[in-house]
């Protein structure tokens, strides 16, 4: 008995050992953003030619790409489909959903207000609202401010939106804030307003209605006159409704399936369509120009920019810090990175930018694919800029070297367990046998088949979208696609394991 328990310990332990080592020498080698060229050229070429792989790797339908050096877009380019059925191709162009990287936009809106002196910034939200009001609750809502709503630690519930109808109108954003689309999508707060951090597109929405009520406009008509036009983002909108022959990009699912791009009465959390153009023009806007023109071109005061760029108290979380609707990142020699992502179903984007050193990229994808494929061009783009690496790619890395080693893992006991069942075959230890000659109860069949229903419990969990749609209510998401594509060796080992095992239960029994 001793020696089974010594065996079994050793052999689990050789494997995690064995498994980690693989994990470890494969990214070594196959997913290093290492890139030490600093000539703008050099790294272009060296992007141009590993994103055609990476699109085909994480199966990303279209991708657009653009690079900011001081006041200039010094490149820009499309790759893949932006309506496979059409066979039309990303350009430039090409209008995308952002998602949540329209929050550093509406942030722009809110401190442009907060500079007129419209608003205070550490004033209560309740002091703007007639329309709707924050509901009670135990907690403090006089503790939740502009400040507060911009970094996410007003706390908030609701983080997206339930998108609507296509062919009804749009509720209002009072209706969206009372629940409309259910009650998961009531926002309330669920923490004392200051004290953690709590990512809340509802408090986005709060946002939204508080620019309304102190402008008297529209959100999206005070976006395009004080923000959109200035800029000269003359292809940003918060609708599909583009007056030319734009091509706006379609979403897809993550098994390519085309999405119904659902409007949002969220505008302010995650409504904005753009291009690469507009966008790259916007981030540029974030950086100081070369001919010396301040950063935020007359509209924001660099004061207020550089306000958003600074991380704000009690906003610690698993990613970093965040400051006023931008996500701000220390790396060495003292380095800052501000960026933010955008991310729902069939849309992923990015944006990133070094403040001081005047630079930064651009990154629109149409697939649910996009979520990893940005994060390694990120990864590229960040240690060509500064010699580091940005949370998002330590992040993937870490999920990564995890699923090789898991997929390592199961690989080296399934060797052993292949080895044990030849060795006892051959020395007759067990012998096959037809299924109906065996005497199984209902307790020993389950027991026989149990390794094939974990194997179906387990694809079930990952590749349907029944538990979303339960759980969550939430349409086109499947677990899987939280995950880096070496979940599939994962799966498939798992399931070859499984297979295997359930046909030696079944087809096999000990001797006396």
Same mark, same amino acid.
């Given at each position: 008995?001793?020696?089974?328990?010594?065996?079994?310990?050793?052999?689990?332990?050789?494997?995690?050992?064995?498994?980690?080592?693989? %994990?470890?020498?494969?990214?070594?080698?196959?997913?290093?953003?290492?890139?030490?060229?600093?000539? %703008?050229?050099?790294?272009?070429?060296?992007?141009?030619?590993?994103?055609?792989?990476?699109?085909?790797?994480?199966?990303? #339908? @279209?991708?657009?790409?653009?690079?900011?050096?001081?006041?200039?877009?010094?490149?820009?380019?499309?790759?893949?489909?932006?309506?496979?059925?059409?066979?039309?191709?990303?350009?430039?162009?090409?209008?995308?959903?952002?998602?949540?990287? !329209?929050?550093?936009?509406?942030?722009?809106?809110?401190?442009?207000?907060?500079?007129?002196?419209?608003?205070?910034?550490?004033?209560?939200?309740?002091?703007?609202?007639?329309?709707?009001?924050?509901?009670?609750?135990?907690?403090?809502?006089?503790?939740?401010?502009?400040?507060?709503?911009?970094?996410?630690?007003?706390?908030?519930?609701?983080?997206?939106?339930?998108?609507?109808?296509?062919?009804?109108?749009?509720?209002?954003?009072?209706?969206?804030?009372? $629940?409309?689309? $259910?009650?998961?999508?009531?926002?309330? *707060?669920?923490?004392? #307003? @200051?004290?953690?951090?709590?990512?809340?597109?509802?408090?986005?929405?709060?946002?939204?209605?508080?620019?309304?009520?102190?402008?008297?406009?529209?959100?999206?008509?005070?976006?395009?006159?004080?923000?959109?036009?200035?800029?000269?983002?003359?292809?940003?909108?918060?609708?599909?409704?583009?007056?030319?022959?734009?091509?706006?990009?379609?979403?897809?699912?993550?098994?390519?399936?085309?999405?119904?791009?659902?409007?949002?009465?969220?505008?302010?959390? $995650?409504?904005?369509?753009?291009?690469?153009?507009?966008?790259?023009?916007?981030?540029?806007?974030?950086?100081?120009?070369?001919?010396?023109?301040?950063?935020?071109?007359?509209?924001?005061?660099? %004061?207020?920019?550089?306000?958003?760029?600074?991380?704000?108290?009690?906003?610690?979380?698993?990613?970093?810090?965040?400051?006023?609707?931008?996500?701000?990142?220390?790396?060495?020699?003292?380095?800052?990175?501000? %960026?933010? !992502?955008?991310?729902?179903? @069939?849309?992923?984007?990015?944006?990133?930018?070094?403040?001081?050193?005047?630079?930064?990229?651009?990154?629109?994808?149409?697939?649910?694919?996009?979520?990893?494929?940005? !994060?390694?061009?990120?990864? *590229?783009?960040?240690?060509?800029?500064?010699?580091?690496?940005?949370?998002?790619?330590?992040?993937?890395?870490?999920?990564?070297?995890?699923?090789?080693?898991?997929?390592?893992?199961?690989?080296?006991?399934?060797?052993?367990?292949?080895?044990?069942?030849?060795?006892?075959?051959?020395?007759?230890?067990?012998?096959?046998?037809?299924?109906?000659?065996?005497?199984?109860?209902?307790?020993?069949?389950?027991?026989?088949?149990?390794?094939?229903?974990?194997?179906?419990?387990?694809?079930?969990?990952?590749?349907?979208?029944?538990?979303?749609?339960?759980?969550?209510?939430?349409?086109?998401?499947?677990?899987?696609?939280?995950?880096? #594509?070496?979940?599939?060796?994962?799966?498939?080992?798992?399931?070859?394991?499984?297979?295997? !095992?359930?046909?030696?239960?079944?087809?096999?029994?000990?001797?006396?």
């Amino acid at each position: 008995m001793k020696r089974k328990i010594f065996f079994t310990t050793a052999l689990i332990v050789g494997a995690l050992i064995i498994s980690i080592s693989a %994990s470890y020498i494969f990214t070594a080698f196959n997913y290093s953003e290492n890139y030490q060229s600093k000539n %703008s050229n050099e790294f272009i070429g060296k992007l141009d030619k590993e994103l055609p792989s990476w699109i085909k790797k994480y199966k990303v #339908p @279209g991708a657009a790409i653009g690079l900011i050096e001081n006041d200039k877009i010094i490149w820009q380019k499309g790759y893949g489909f932006a309506d496979k059925e059409s066979n039309k191709m990303v350009t430039p162009n090409t209008i995308f959903r952002i998602a949540s990287i !329209s929050k550093p936009i509406t942030a722009w809106g809110i401190m442009h207000l907060v500079d007129q002196g419209k608003i205070e910034l550490d004033a209560p939200a309740e002091k703007y609202l007639t329309r709707w009001h924050i509901p009670s609750s135990k907690f403090d809502k006089r503790g939740v401010t502009i400040r507060r709503l911009l970094s996410h630690t007003a706390g908030f519930s609701v983080e997206g939106s339930p998108g609507y109808d296509i062919n009804k109108p749009l509720p209002s954003i009072e209706q969206s804030l009372l $629940g409309i689309g $259910g009650e998961q999508w009531r926002v309330k *707060l669920i923490n004392e #307003p @200051g004290t953690t951090f709590q990512y809340s597109g509802g408090g986005f929405s709060v946002l939204q209605l508080i620019t309304e009520e102190v402008t008297g406009k529209k959100f999206s008509d005070y976006m395009q006159s004080e923000i959109f036009k200035p800029l000269n983002l003359n292809h940003t909108r918060y609708d599909r409704d583009f007056k030319d022959n734009t091509t706006i990009a379609t979403a897809y699912t993550d098994s390519g399936k085309p999405i119904i791009d659902r409007p949002w009465i969220e505008q302010a959390s $995650g409504g904005v369509y753009t291009n690469l153009i507009d966008l790259s023009t916007f981030v540029a806007s974030c950086m100081e120009e070369s001919n010396k023109n301040k950063a935020g071109r007359g509209i924001l005061k660099p %004061s207020s920019l550089a306000e958003m760029f600074s991380p704000q108290p009690n906003t610690k979380s698993f990613f970093g810090v965040y400051g006023l609707g931008f996500i701000p990142q220390k790396l060495k020699n003292d380095v800052k990175l501000i %960026s933010h !992502s955008g991310d729902i179903t @069939g849309w992923n984007s990015q944006i990133a930018f070094l403040p001081k050193e005047k630079r930064g990229i651009v990154i629109l994808t149409n697939g649910d694919a996009g979520y990893y494929f940005k !994060s390694e061009v990120l990864g *590229l783009w960040t240690n060509w800029t500064t010699g580091d690496s940005n949370n998002d790619t330590k992040f993937l890395r870490i999920m990564q070297k995890t699923l090789i080693s898991l997929a390592c893992f199961f690989g080296v006991l399934f060797l052993y367990f292949i080895y044990d069942t030849k060795k006892k075959i051959t020395s007759k230890k067990i012998i096959f046998s037809r299924i109906f000659n065996k005497k199984f109860n209902f307790k020993g069949y389950m027991k026989a088949i149990l390794p094939g229903l974990i194997v179906i419990i387990w694809c079930f969990i990952f590749y349907s979208k029944v538990p979303f749609k339960i759980i969550f209510k939430l349409n086109d998401y499947a677990l899987f696609t939280f995950f880096s #594509p070496e979940l599939f060796w994962v799966t498939l080992i798992i399931t070859i394991f499984g297979v295997f !095992s359930t046909l030696r239960n079944l087809l096999t029994e000990k001797t006396n």
